[in-house]
């Protein structure tokens, strides 16, 4: 079956501790990017790959860091969380950007 | 950056009524996605447009790319309750960032 999965779907951690969240497509796409949803807000874009080892800005890459060693796997890595970056984040995947799949979310929670 | 209007914010209808939502930009887009999203999942595509004026069906669903490549809409007929959920407009210019609009929130009485 044909998707993007997503680690942990809930996590609840606190300022400082650094953490990554993985994102996994099976599809062979090029594309994947990061997204933060909050109420009020839509989604706004973090992060994105165009394909392995290139990486860009979206529009509210402040505080995440990405990687893109493999054309499967995009994970999120938050160096030192902070309350602000409580939020629900989807990652995504695609051809060349277009039509994108979102994987089920994960739930964070920074105290 | 690029600013996606969509409205309404919020609709509260009874089963079998039409809907309508609409997305404006203050800058053009190449291509126009209408996404939805059920509690606790990620948007699901629901209708891609690629040209300027085009028109596209997908059953009960149907959206159209503004000629002025600034705007599109999304009208859903005869609505029932699984239509329940948040819709979501996106924009795109290039091949890469998605601009999304804030969402609207769809109710639907049995």
């Known amino acids: 079956e044909a998707q993007v999965t997503q680690n942990p779907r809930y996590l609840i951690t606190v300022t400082g501790k650094k953490l990554t969240v993985t994102c996994s497509q099976n599809?062979?796409?090029?594309?994947m990017s990061w997204y933060r949803q909050d109420p009020g807000l839509g989604l706004r874009q973090i992060y994105y790959?165009?394909?392995?080892?290139?990486?860009d800005k979206g529009d509210v890459p402040e505080g995440y860091k990405v990687s893109r060693k493999e054309k499967r796997n995009f994970p999120l890595i938050l160096e030192s969380p902070s309350p602000n970056q409580t939020s629900l984040y989807f990652c995504a995947s695609s051809i060349q950007g277009y039509e994108q799949f979102f994987g089920p979310g994960t739930r964070l929670t920074v105290l | 950056g690029q600013q996606l209007n969509q409205s309404p914010q919020s609709m509260f209808i009874q089963e079998g009524e039409d809907v309508s939502m609409n997305c404006t930009s203050s800058s053009i887009f190449n291509t126009w996605l209408w996404y939805k999203q059920d509690p606790g999942e990620g948007p699901v595509l629901l209708i891609a447009l690629y040209k300027a004026g085009e028109l596209t069906s997908n059953g009960r669903l149907t959206a159209q790319f503004g000629i002025t490549r600034k705007d599109s809409f999304l009208n859903i007929s005869a609505s029932i309750p699984s239509d329940v959920g948040i819709y979501f407009c996106a924009g795109q210019l290039g091949g890469s960032r998605l601009t999304f609009g804030e969402g609207t929130q769809l109710t639907v009485n049995p």
């Open positions: 790959s165009m394909n392995v080892e290139v990486t």
């Open positions: 599809m062979n796409h090029e594309y």
